[in-house]
């Protein structure tokens, strides 16, 4: 049967982005890849549409769908509204609706680029990391959340950091899964000297670890690990770790290879569901410009291609175009170096179809 995937632009640069990812996907199609492919309204766009950043319909053909590739949600214009109908819900209420627990986000340094991170080329050079993240539990879920009010008429905040024992067992599962298939180490990241819920997160992971004792199983505070990717990121292979963790070590992880405008990743449930999407955010400080880097997003269609739809051969086309395209020193703002061609972000997406 056709594979379908939901295409769903949001806000921002995701437009831009998105468009040149479908270049690439539509290159493919014409090459022989057999895919249906639509569009749906979420974030902002979807707000501004129809007064809830993830329309019925949009959740409706996402559930239809065998993957969904996504740009990214967000913007100034949307910052008041209240948090209930923020565009970032849609992406929460994608990621809850169809359970896409598993969040991988690879951060691999494109020798090309060693120039580019902030960080010595010899600290970096080389580096392949697999932060897979939990993205549909902790503190970003978790109940009673809001802001109240107390007797003396101050308010107060707070959110709730939880996990049940199964959430953290199927993510650890997924972690030694991953990493059997690259350098079999994994890193438990969490805050067991302080959170009873992290440490907790500890024995189970070990636990896990009892019956995939062919995997190296190490554990790191959350603060150590943000340290240590900056000191030594090349120590790691898998990083396992909760909602909020992740989301900021996947940043930092990000930076090590030059640009955050290089970094896919995919969302993943139990079904073999995917959303696709590159880890940078709307950037509306830059969008519209055609400045934005789509590679990112380009190479979330080559994990696309390799989670959700079987076609592993596509994916490596994918992964190689955007190589050649950097060999020949095509490079957007976000990486550009001296002695480098500068290029827009339509004539990236167009260089890496004609490198397909
Ligand atoms: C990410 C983003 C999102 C998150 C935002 C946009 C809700 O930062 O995917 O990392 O916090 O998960
Ligand atoms: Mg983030």
Redesign the pocket.
Known sequence: MTKKILVLPGDGIGQEIVAEAVKVIKALQADGLALEMEEGLVGGAAYDETGSPLPEETLTKAKAADAILLGAVGGYKWESLDISVRPEKGLLGLRAELDLFANLRPAILYPQLAGASTLKPEVVSGLDIMIVRELTGGIYFGQPRGVRTLDNGERQGYNTLVYKESEVKRIAEVAFDIARKRNSKVCSVDKANVLEVTEMWREVVTECHKDNSDIELSHMYVDNAAMQLVREPKQFDVMVTTNMFG??L??CAAMLTGSIGMLPSASLNSKGQGMYEP?H?SAPDIAGQNIANPLATILSVAMMLRYSLDESTMAERVEKAVDKVLEQNLRTADIYSDGMKKVSTSEMGDAVVAAL
């Open positions: 989301d900021i996947s940043d880890i955010g």
